[in-house]
């Protein structure tokens, strides 16, 4: 692979990926920290608006202390440029989470000190899994009681099939947790319990038989670390960087981010060790981030960002090319040109204009409605990004307005969420309820809460008549039609127009799929 342009290859994109309560937005907040681009930490149930988490800027986010929405940061560094991106950690909104692990390169992998591999963290790396996505670890809360390291790595061997490595190596836990030792880089970084927002600086070593170690470390923590390195040493592989980029192999960086501790390493793991933009897989042709010709995708639209404005921003990942404020792009799925006058950079709802913008950047487009998730853009060649799908809803519900002359604005609401992923809206060819599928409760809830905050419609939920949906579709032209007329009172319409039958149990969609075995029932399509 020929070498990529200098700003190429100074990106890093990333997401930060765990289970709930593993730490993970506290750790994006103190990467901003650390890389700068923000001054003071918040915690998620700070008072004041001023100590707000950046990344949960949405009002049920601050109220629930929970991430329901990718957020992206973007943010310079010592010379490099780092798009990070928060993802829901709840697994409602896992399909959030798969869009936006398709728009990073690598991934940071959180998990608790004390609980280790979870169940939504392990359903995330095999999402990353899919994709080759390298992974770097980050055992957080070890000022907390902890599990044994050599325990917790043994369970990300075993569990997710990965070689693990330790890049630093803790120094006790819970009150005796006096910091880590860096393996990579030999030096010693210590913990002060009273740092606060302090950086400390690392002390500098020639090995584990410096005798400097003796001036900072008790004898018996001091003994102790060095057995357990040598164990490491001789027990892990050493690391690999290109077992690393081919996902096969993790880096462990141990530390505690609400403390600050081990973050500066782990923001300084993934300049030296995280990849640049990497291809993307698209149809006719996979797109290299070396090209000349710019190339980009939706992998996200959101609604309302700024309540004031009722705007929708599309999120795109350039794949390749330079990107200049202004240009023409071609919108491949409607094969219209369009001038990309006011793209914008984040810092989660924080926003400046973009005036270029290279491979690995994610760029917001304000759009109405022109751009959907999946969408592919470029300076003219029919491409089209590929691997961004749409997930058959578990929960379907009916949508019941307290006011029936508000039923336009209720449409067009449900219309907006549907673009935005949250939800998928089905209009049934027979009847005019309107109904919405989701994976997951908490969906319905925070959905219930936005149209009430966002559109000031009052509405509720009821049980749908239907229990779950599948994309229909046939080669056989003649036959899908006759399958459509056939089976018109379960038919319904995905805000695409796209056709869906709606069963009323497992038993009915089993039946129908015995009796028409040329039609074919999905519980996936494609984006775009």
Not at 222 to 247: N, Q, S, T
Not at 280 to 293: C, D, H, L, N, W
Not at 511 to 518: E, F, L
Request: net charge negative.
């Amino acid at each position: 692979m020929s070498a990529l342009p200098v700003p190429v290859a100074n990106r890093r994109t990333f997401a930060i990926i765990s289970h709930p309560d593993a730490g993970k937005t506290t750790l994006t907040e103190k990467l901003l920290l650390f890389g700068g681009a923000i001054n003071m930490a918040g915690e998620v149930k700070a008072r004041g608006d001023s100590r707000r988490v950046r990344s949960d800027w949405m009002a049920v986010e601050r109220e629930r202390g929970i991430s329901v929405s990718s957020a992206v940061m973007t943010f310079v560094f010592d010379e490099l440029t780092y798009n990070l991106l928060d993802t829901p950690g709840h697994q409602d909104f896992s399909e959030d989470t798969y869009r936006t692990l398709t728009a990073v390169d690598s991934a940071v992998m959180v998990i608790d000190a004390a609980k280790g591999i979870e169940t939504q963290t392990r359903k995330l790396f095999e999402v990353c899994r899919l994709r080759d996505v390298p992974i770097i670890t980050f055992v957080n809360k070890m000022d907390r009681e902890a599990r044994d390291p050599f325990d917790l790595m043994g369970e990300i061997e075993e569990q997710l099939a990965l070689d693990v490595t330790p890049a630093t190596w803790p120094i006790g836990m819970g009150r005796d947790f006096l910091g880590t030792y860096d393996i990579l880089n030999d030096t010693l970084l210590l913990f002060g319990k009273r740092d606060g927002d302090r950086v400390t600086e690392p002390v500098r070593c020639t090995g584990l038989d410096d005798p400097q170690l003796a001036q900072h470390l008790p004898e018996k923590a001091l003994l102790k670390l060095i057995e357990e390195v040598e164990m490491v040493r001789g027990l892990c592989p050493p690391f690999d960087l290109d077992a690393y980029r081919a996902g096969a192999l993790t880096p462990v960086f141990f530390g505690s981010a609400i403390n600050n501790f081990g973050v500066r390493e782990l923001l300084k793991g993934v300049a030296e060790l995280a990849p640049p933009p990497r291809p993307q897989p698209a149809e006719p042709r996979a797109i290299a981030p070396g090209e000349t010709k710019v190339t980009g995708f939706v992998f996200k639209v959101q609604a309302n960002m700024d309540p004031q404005h009722r705007d929708r921003v599309a999120f795109v990942r350039l794949c390749s090319g330079r990107f200049q404020r202004g240009m023409k792009l071609k919108h491949v799925r409607t094969g219209r040109m369009m001038a990309v006058q006011n793209p914008m950079f984040f810092l989660a709802q924080d926003r400046n204009l973009a005036e270029e913008a290279w491979p690995g950047d994610i760029l917001g487009i304000p759009n109405h409605g022109t751009l959907r998730i999946g969408d592919t853009l470029t300076e003219g060649e029919e491409l089209k990004v590929t691997g961004i799908p749409n997930f058959a809803p578990e929960i379907l519900r009916r949508v019941r307005l307290d006011d029936p002359m508000k039923s336009k604005h209720l449409k067009r609401a449900l219309e907006q969420m549907a673009e935005e992923g949250v939800t998928r809206v089905f209009k049934p060819l027979i009847g005019t309820d309107m109904i919405v599928g989701v994976v997951g409760q908490l969906q319905i809830d925070v959905l219930a809460e936005r149209i009430r905050a966002e559109y000031d419609l009052k509405m509720h939920f009821e049980q749908a008549p239907y229990e779950t949906a599948r994309w229909v579709g046939s080669d056989d032209k003649v036959l899908m039609k006759r399958f459509l007329e056939d089976v018109r009172g379960s038919l319904a319409e995905d805000h695409d127009g796209a056709p869906v039958f709606m069963a009323r149990n497992s038993w009915e969609l089993n039946r129908t799929v015995q009796d028409w075995p040329g039609v074919k029932f999905t519980a996936t399509r494609e984006q775009g």
